[in-house]
């Protein structure tokens, strides 16, 4: 394949995208109405798409609504080890050509699919996360709207910016480095909760020229499908991203075996992720090259206040951090530490404004919450608030019921324990449920030193106080709780560009969604020396004196 092109490109200079209000009237709120009524009108069956083709093995699965589980929006097919594999020779296939296509041409695609989410597609993918993954309609558009938006637009900056990093040359030499796809295929595993980080994780490894084998979450096959078509709309070719929802066994066993595996990106629970990372050290000495493994697991995020702290600040934070998005978040509020000396200020106002929130359908739009994902996550998040009622050390204040007559619903539930290490201070719950722990004033540099101990995650973290050292003691002694740390705002809302995304610890491998180390992970680099005139023969100067 020929470039045609005799410049340096640079690429649209990237901006944020607009967060809309959907206030009454607006015509975005009457467009998005309207796709409701569309995607909840229409049932239809979603295939694999592998090598640009529909695949459809029968073996199907439900896409329902979290708020309404009798109602079924589509049915998806379930790939099984043989369309794996077909995915798999797919996207080696498509390799030698996407990745000898141009740069510019290949980021054009991602551009092309970032506008046509902003204006054609806007809607439709904000009803599908709401019917589908349970959001509101601004949880949906801040994330299936402006940040997968932001995920493609910024990436391209980012990705010219990395091919322009290059090394000095000496004289007479001409050093330079390119930045080469993996060799292999990349295999991308997104999560429930975000539509934007499901449509990040196949692509920007693709924006680097590499090809890919996407596995979206069983239960959230819906919105990805959409992304997936709309790539396609914006030109990209067969084969470079392969669409196969199934189980995990079936999907992720055959990639994980595969000798061409060249790297894993992935968002999920970290052990899903322990038992990924153990499989690639099993078989490290039968692929073709290390695999990369980049992840983002979870975490255990906190709220920790000074007694300096600002009370309807942080209580807002709380609620906002703990319970937008039914705490689905893995960057959620889920435990917090409050002193002593605010704490009947705090409880008071926070029990005012738990009061007030709505829960619902999403389709309303005067609901705050919707319901969880699904009966697993709805089981496992109703067991930890069992727990917490049938605990001598834990006092539920707030919510603690739950119903799945209809929906997935599970009321904004908060715990006080007494225990600081008191099971949900400690385990992931993934769900609307926030423990608090009130310590001693005068413990305030030791309870810091328990929030850093407490869990194995560190993933996100918010501190509030007005006392400038405090606020430089708790960043100290915080330095590793956190990979995203928050100064007098909730722990939860990162933007593309402005605040790279990831944690470490168990939270995983801190690669930064949304920034040029991410995509840093998907190329390996090759230097090159060009001499113009080499020495043609082999004595050095030095030798030419005893």
Same mark, same amino acid.
């Given at each position: ?9 640079s ?5 944020n995208?607009?967060?809309l209000?959907?206030g ?6 009457k467009?998005v109405?309207?796709?409701?009524q ?9 295939p ?11 073996n ?12 079924v ?23 030698k ?13 991602f ?10 597609y ?5 009803a *599908?996360a709401?019917?589908? %993954?349970?959001?509101? #309609? +601004?949880?949906?558009e801040?994330d299936?709207?402006? &940040?997968? !938006?932001d ?9 010219r ?15 330079y480095?390119?930045?080469r ?35 979206p ?11 997936m078509?709309?790539?396609?709309e914006?030109?990209l ?25 060249? *790297?894993?990106?992935?968002? %999920?629970?970290t052990? #899903? +992720?322990?038992?990924m990372?153990?499989?690639?050290? &099993?078989? !490290? ?6 695999p ?26 709380l609620?906002?951090g703990?319970?937008?998005?039914q705490?689905?978040?893995?960057s959620?509020?889920?435990r ?25 359908s ?15 996550a ?16 834990a006092e ?27 099971k ?12 608090i722990?009130?310590y ?18 560190a993933?996100?973290?918010a ?10 003691l708790?960043?100290a ?13 909730k ?15 168990a ?14 992970r998907w190329?390996?680099?090759r ?20």
């Open positions: 394949m020929c470039a045609l092109n005799n410049g340096v490109m690429v649209p200079a990237p901006q995208e607009n967060i209000g959907y009454p009237g607006s015509p975005e709120k467009e109405k309207a796709a409701l569309e995607l909840m009108a229409e049932q239809f069956e979603i694999l798409i592998i090598g640009g083709r529909e695949v459809k093995t029968g199907l699965g439900k896409v329902v609504c979290p708020h309404d589980h009798g109602k929006l589509a049915t998806y097919h379930k790939a099984g080890k043989e369309e794996v594999q077909l995915a798999i020779e797919s996207a080696l296939s498509a390799q050509m996407w990745q000898t296509l141009p740069w510019e041409q290949r980021l054009a695609i551009l092309t699919a970032a506008e046509l989410i902003a204006t054609r806007r809607a439709k993918l904000n *599908g709401m019917l589908a %993954g349970g959001k509101t #309609v +601004f949880q949906a801040i299936a709207a402006c &940040e997968l !938006i995920f493609l637009r910024f990436n391209a900056g980012y990705a910016e990395l091919y322009a990093k290059q090394p000095q040359s000496s004289q007479g030499v001409w050093n480095t390119q930045y796809a993996l060799e292999g295929f990349v295999f991308a595993v997104t999560p429930f909760n975000f539509t934007a980080i499901a449509g990040n994780l196949p692509s920007a490894p693709a924006m680097m020229g590499n090809t890919v084998v996407w596995k979450a069983s239960s959230l096959v819906y919105t990805p499908y959409f992304i078509r709309i790539l396609e914006a030109g070719p067969p084969g470079v991203i392969n669409f196969v929802p199934g189980a995990g066994s079936q999907v992720g066993d055959v990639c994980l075996a595969d000798p061409n595996l060249a *790297g894993v990106h992935f968002t %999920g629970s052990r #899903v +992720f322990h038992q990372w153990k499989t690639i050290g &099993e078989n !490290i000495a039968s692929y073709r090259s290390y990369r493994i980049v992840g983002e697991t979870g975490g255990k995020d906190f709220v920790f206040a000074h007694p300096s702290a600002e009370i309807p600040s942080l209580v807002t934070a609620v906002r703990a319970f937008e998005y705490g689905q978040k893995c959620a509020a889920s917090a530490y409050i002193p002593q000396s605010l704490w009947d200020r705090v409880k008071s106002l926070m029990l005012a404004q738990v009061g007030r929130i709505t829960m619902g999403p389709v309303d739009f005067r609901n705050f919450m919707g319901a969880v994902i699904d009966r697993s709805f089981e496992s998040i109703t067991g930890y608030i069992d727990f917490a009622k049938e605990h001598k050390d539920i204040i707030a919510g603690g019921n739950y119903d799945d007559t209809t929906g997935y619903f599970i009321e904004p539930t908060v715990i006080v324990a007494t225990d600081p290490e008191f949900t201070m400690v385990e992931e719950i993934f769900g609307p449920v926030l423990t722990f009130v001693q004033d005068e413990d305030f540099v030791e309870t810091l030193e328990l929030c850093d101990k407490t869990s194995p995650y993933l996100t973290g501190f509030f106080a007005k006392d400038r050292n405090a606020i430089t708790a960043m002694k915080l330095e590793h709780a956190a990979g995203n740390f928050y100064i007098n705002d722990p939860t809302g990162a933007v593309v560009g402005q605040q790279p995304f990831g944690g470490g610890r939270s995983g491998t801190n690669d930064k969604a949304g920034s040029q180390a991410n995509l840093a190329v390996s680099v230097t090159v020396k060009e001499t113009f005139v080499p020495p043609g023969d082999f004595p050095y100067s030095f030798m030419d004196e005893e």
